[in-house]
């Protein structure tokens, strides 16, 4: 890869970085930013969600105050995001990708309806601790399931299930987000290193733009209003949704 190449991918990275942790939508930048650059759909998944990883370490270090206080909230949702990254990417790895193809898009527009007018699980559960609760951890682990699939706007589905049971301002709920769907994608990132077909030479200057931009995300993300962060997640939510529907249906 020329260096023009490796510049132009270090530059969607940073842009898709700071996407991914404003309104998760990375791969909507960086999956196509690839495919241009001459990778197949496989090839460049797999890259993206290598490359991916390193958004989440960004995104940890640039959130740090959004952090404070749920180290413990983390630990206790975050493996079970990780056992569904898991569980994804050993599915796209054996099977082929129709079924989600056809499902993601019904997925991600009812979250980003959710995030809007979110419900509350804590109350449906009868008050219980809902973030303690099997319908949370299950909720979760489908969508980790996604992510390490393929992960289109999966940071948007994990930011609705958690703003739907976290009692915290959407910019706290967002450093959680960003931070488990982190743990599903690493650990999808890792068996895909060994197993799939990874362009390295794409994946690193992606990798690197992915940090700087998801170090720079939460700066932007705590600078906008409280409810305007849900509905800007929403609005880019349903627009990718309705495109990959088009894409699925056509």
Not at 26 to 47: D, H, Q
Not at 98 to 121: K, T
Not at 180 to 191: D, E, K, P, Y
């Amino acid at each position: 890869m020329i260096f023009a190449e490796a510049l132009g991918l270090a530059a969607a990275g940073v842009l898709a970085g700071v996407v991914s942790t404003v309104v998760s939508l990375a791969s909507v930048v960086s999956y196509p930013a690839l495919l241009a650059f001459g990778l197949s759909p496989l090839s460049a998944n797999v890259t993206n969600t290598v490359a991916l990883l390193f958004t989440g370490l960004g995104a940890a270090a640039g959130s740090r105050p959004e952090l404070a206080g749920q180290g413990r909230r983390v630990l206790r949702l975050g493996w079970v995001t990780a056992l569904g990254g898991a569980t994804g990417a050993l599915l796209l790895l054996l099977t082929p990708s129709q079924v989600f193809e056809v499902i993601a898009p019904w997925l991600i527009a009812a979250a980003s309806l959710l995030l809007i007018r979110p419900l509350r699980l804590g109350v449906l559960a009868g008050n219980l601790e809902a973030e303690r609760g099997w319908p949370l951890r299950a909720a979760l682990f489908t969508v980790a399931i996604y992510i390490g699939y393929f992960g289109a706007a999966g940071g948007i589905l994990m930011f609705a299930v958690l703003t739907a049971v976290l009692d915290q301002s959407p910019v706290r709920v967002n450093a959680v987000k960003n931070v488990v769907s982190a743990l599903a994608n690493g650990v999808a990132a890792i068996g895909f290193a060994i197993f799939g077909p990874v362009q390295w030479s794409a994946a690193v200057p992606l990798a690197a733009g992915f940090l700087a931009g998801g170090w720079l995300g939460p700066a932007i993300a705590r600078r906008l209003p409280g409810r305007s962060l849900r509905v800007v997640a929403a609005v880019c939510g349903l627009l990718v949704a309705l495109k990959l529907g088009i894409d699925a249906y056509r």
